[in-house]
């Protein structure tokens, strides 16, 4: 059975749910592809109520293009953009006034456990290969519910890929780690947790030494990956 039908019953129910969900966002794409641009900017010519206002192939074109509306998008980025400039154009979007609401589409599971996917700063992570069996319509249905969404077919990926212990953490550090997450500073946390600062660093250089990692950035990413934030997706 041809997944993308226009004909099946079951395909155009689907397709008529995500335009609905759509219709409530001003859309902006992302790609490193000009051709997955065109055909993005295509797709908006042939839907009339598409709210698609532009796609951008770099970093500059993604800032500039959101920078200027005036009310909050949903920017749909796929990874042929974030695998050379997802963490870093993420970070930035962060800092405008009205942050985008980010759904990253990927493609290849194996670049899903680097640095180039901040799967804790994004609002749905979606496998291409599962459009067409109603991820896009959960995802989408999830961030409109004001919840984050992770692809069922990218968690059990990384879960099969992941032959590591998963580290066992105090209820404080896991607290710091949920207070990472949403980006906090040592001063924030503390004040949060009802804290000293310099306990917040003692529980920082702790996760960072039971998750492998380098940094702050790269303690969230890792604890994604081991299914340690997982309760954060609503």
């Known amino acids: 059975m041809t997944r993308f039908d226009p004909q099946d019953e079951g395909f155009r129910t689907r397709t008529e749910a995500i335009d609905a969900l759509l219709r409530q966002w001003t859309l902006v794409g992302a790609s490193g592809s000009y051709l997955e641009a065109h055909l993005m900017a295509r797709a908006a010519l042939a839907s009339v109520d598409d709210r698609l206002v532009g796609t951008c192939v770099t970093p500059a074109e993604v800032l500039a293009l959101i920078s200027s509306l005036q009310q ?4 749909v980025m796929v990874d042929s953009i974030a695998a050379d400039h997802g963490e870093a154009l993420i970070e930035e ?8 609401v980010v759904v990253l589409m990927v493609e290849r599971r194996e670049w899903i456990r680097t640095n180039a996917y901040p799967l804790d700063r994004v609002e749905a992570v979606l496998h291409t290969h599962s459009f067409g069996c109603g991820a896009l319509l959960d995802g989408l249905a999830s961030v409109a519910r004001g919840h984050r ?8 990926s990384l879960q099969a890929q992941s032959n590591q212990h998963v580290p066992s953490l105090t209820s404080r ?3 710091t780690l949920r207070e990472l997450a949403q980006g906090h500073t040592n001063r924030q946390i503390a004040k949060r947790l009802g804290i000293a600062e310099s306990t917040v660093r003692e529980y920082t250089r702790s996760l960072l030494q039971k998750l492998g990692a380098q940094n702050r950035t790269m303690v969230v990413s890792r604890a994604m990956e081991l299914g340690l934030l997982l309760s954060s997706n609503g």
Request: glycine share 0%; proline share 17%.
């Open 93 to 100: 979007l962060q800092q405008l006034p009205q942050p985008p």
């Open 149 to 156: 969404y992770v692809d069922p077919a990218l968690l059990s």
């Open 72 to 75: 909050r998008c949903l920017l």
């Open 173 to 175: 550090e896991q607290d």
